[in-house]
Nanobody, 116 residues
């Protein structure tokens, strides 16, 4: 079965950094785009960053210049390097992939808390 397992979340002070990882199994990882979403309390889930199978990337305005999405096809893992973290980055971060227009998969999420 398809599994997406996130890790790397935690508590960090404003201005700090975290690196999230998402290990994927059950699909031919290298041919699919991967994405990171986040959901803050009381807010809708929002797209943070996307990386295509060819390595092209796209970011939400809030993430540009601070976050970097990358992938390691040999490890079937996608990463989100987050620098210069702000309090408003506090959220549960989810890994996502769409196998088809009607088949989408999510990880369980990893909590990121930015607080002094």
């Amino acid at each position: 079965q398809v599994q997406l397992v996130e890790s790397g979340g935690g508590l960090v002070q404003p201005g700090g950094s975290l690196r999230l990882s998402c290990a994927v199994s059950g699909i031919m990882f290298r041919i699919y785009s991967m994405a990171w979403y986040r959901q803050a309390p009381g807010k809708q889930r929002e797209l943070v960053a996307v990386i295509t199978s060819s390595g092209s990337t796209n970011y939400a305005d809030s993430a540009k210049g601070r976050f970097t999405i990358s992938r390691d096809n040999a490890k079937s893992t996608v990463y989100l390097q987050m620098n210069s973290l702000k309090v408003e980055d506090t959220a549960v971060y989810y890994c996502n992939t769409n196998i088809s227009p009607v088949r989408t998969y999510w990880g369980q999420g990893t909590q990121v808390t930015v607080s002094s």
